[in-house]
């Protein structure tokens, strides 16, 4: 895609990071969710203090994906002890690919989703996990596109809501 880059976001991208992450989770999740737990599970997941203390573990690595000096999505993954579950050291969870409504349908998640295999190789790791709301059925058919395969649910709590997450892997040939 023209004029798309992808940088690895820093500690002056916080701010950003938290007003893309809670805008996308909004246009994402608002229909399908209570306002009360949507506001409790943003105001924890999306405050400075949480964004900042994952932005400085050096197991968590944040990618902005920037077009046309616009800034309009990020990837988030995490290595070792930072994944949300497996804390697999052979794997890497990718945590969040989030572009902004306004820009999806231009491959941006498929270019972040390439960036996320691309560091996972690198890293000389076996898999890519990930959890995936199991009523996200755009996300889990972009992700069975790729080639990743459900093995698992675990809760995700949004606000007092529990709610399943398939979980689904992909294995890599390093």
């Known amino acids: 895609m023209q004029n798309l880059i992808i940088r690895k ?7 950003l990071l938290q007003n893309i992450g809670r805008q996308t989770f909004f ?9 009360e737990n949507m506001l409790k599970y943003a105001a924890e997941a999306y405050s400075f203090e949480k964004t900042a203390s994952e932005v400085n573990n050096p197991n968590s690595q944040f990618y902005l994906a920037t077009l046309n000096n616009q ?9 070792g ?8 050291p052979q794997a890497l969870e990718l945590e969040r690919i989030y572009v ?7 491959k941006i998640g498929q270019m972040l989703f390439e960036k996320t295999l691309e560091l996972a190789k690198e890293s000389k790791l076996s898999y890519v996990w990930l959890g995936v ?5 755009d996300a889990i ?3 069975e596109k790729n080639g990743l395969k459900a093995f698992g649910k675990h809760i995700f709590m949004l606000g007092n ?3 399943t997450d398939i979980m689904m892997k992909i294995e890599l040939n390093c």
């Not at 800034?71 to 290595?79: A, D, P, R």
């Not at 902004?100 to 231009?106: A, T």
Request: no cysteine.
């Open 100 to 106: 902004l409504k306004e820009f999806q349908g231009k």
């Open 81 to 88: 002890d930072a994944q949300t579950e497996l804390q697999d």
């Open 141 to 143: 058919k972009f992700y």
């Open 133 to 137: 709301w199991e009523e996200n059925s």
């Open 71 to 79: 800034t309009v999505g990020y990837l988030k993954i995490n290595f």
């Open 27 to 35: 246009e994402k999740f608002t229909e399908n969710n209570s306002e």
């Open 9 to 15: 976001a820093n500690q002056s991208d916080i701010e």
């Open 161 to 163: 809501d529990p709610q």
